[in-house]
């Protein structure tokens, strides 16, 4: 019997190595240069103190000691942890109910998704001054309508008390579109199968919901859920052009990036915001890994 002829290990191909590496290049690049290195200088200026023509010394954790002991900073704090408790679960929950019926077979479904659709290809800037027209306490649109009815409409984006609450309704009507667009196309990836043999079995609409549809969906409500925390995380734009600098609502409803804006642009204290970045990143980090570490329980892969 002859013996087996031991195979060679194919050796690797460094040509195939070196292109490979070649073509993932500018990615890497841009990522190194435009992500990675102001990450690394936001950390280090945010143990320094800046003066005038862009000196800063060594400080230490100054600014952070500075940061957990300022009243208007933990203001900030608690207003964007309300804008995120309240903006991201009312939203995907009103983006997957959008989602369920524009998944059905009814009249103008084009013409609807596209309505959905429609916030999320226009600039927020362009958002942000309609709806501050809107909320023109003298005459806004939603005051004018509300006067039919003999109500007298509140001050929406200078009373401090509910000025957060009306930036909050134009966030979840700004991001309904984006969320019901990937939910959608999950609701399209479910077997029409479980659904029939649910029908079969006599189950109803609300049934098939919680049954088969939600479980179904957790992958996706699992991204969209991370992806909405983060983006609310980091909410600006609306804040600065619907309240601005000048409102005396600002106090009451600055949150973390715009006290971080405010801080390294505005009164160029460049340490302390860079403070103020790195521990929202710290904070948008650790919600995250909770999130992939609690995702086995709730959500279900086929």
């Known amino acids: 019997m002859h013996p087996r002829p031991k195979l060679r290990k194919s050796k690797p191909c460094y040509s195939d190595w070196f292109w490979g590496y070649l073509m993932i290049a500018p990615t890497m690049i ?5 992500y990675l290195w102001p990450t690394i200088q936001t950390i280090y200026f945010s143990f320094t103190k ?9 400080i230490g954790l100054e600014n952070y000691k500075r940061l957990f002991h300022d009243p208007v900073t933990l203001e900030a704090f608690k207003n964007t942890l309300i804008f995120v408790v309240i ?29 959905y659709f429609l916030p999320v290809v226009t600039m927020p800037a362009a958002v942000a001054m309609v ?4 909320y023109n306490s003298d005459y806004g649109l939603i005051n004018q309508f509300l006067s039919f009815f003999s ?49 079969i ?9 919680f049954k088969i549809t939600l479980p179904m969906l957790s992958p996706v409500i699992f991204f969209v859920t991370i992806m909405s925390l983060i983006s609310a995380f980091q909410v600006f734009d609306l804040i600065l052009m619907m309240i601005g600098p000048n409102n005396n609502a600002i106090e009451e409803s600055q949150t973390l990036v715009y006290l971080f804006y405010h801080a390294a642009f505005v ?10 970045a790195v521990v929202l990143l710290i904070i948008i980090l650790i919600i995250t890994a909770v999130q992939l570490k609690l995702q086995k329980k709730w959500v279900h892969y086929e």
């Open 267 to 276: 009164v160029n204290d460049k340490g302390y915001g860079a403070a103020i």
């Open 131 to 134: 709806w501050r027209w809107l």
């Open 30 to 34: 841009g990522l190194g240069i435009f």
């Open 50 to 58: 800046w003066g005038a023509f862009g000196n800063h010394s060594w």
């Open 201 to 209: 079995d006599g189950a109803g609409p609300f049934v098939k919901f």
């Open 87 to 115: 903006t991201v679960p009312v939203g995907i929950a009103i983006s997957i109910i959008v989602a369920v019926l524009l998944n059905q077979k009814i009249k103008g479904l084009t013409v609807y998704r596209t309505l």
């Open 151 to 199: 109500i007298s409409g509140p001050r929406w984006i200078t009373d401090p008390n509910i000025a957060l609450y009306s930036v909050i309704i134009v966030a979840i009507w700004s991001t309904i579109g984006y969320n019901m667009v990937i939910i959608l196309s999950g609701l399209q990836g479910i077997p029409t199968t479980y659904y029939e043999a649910a029908t």
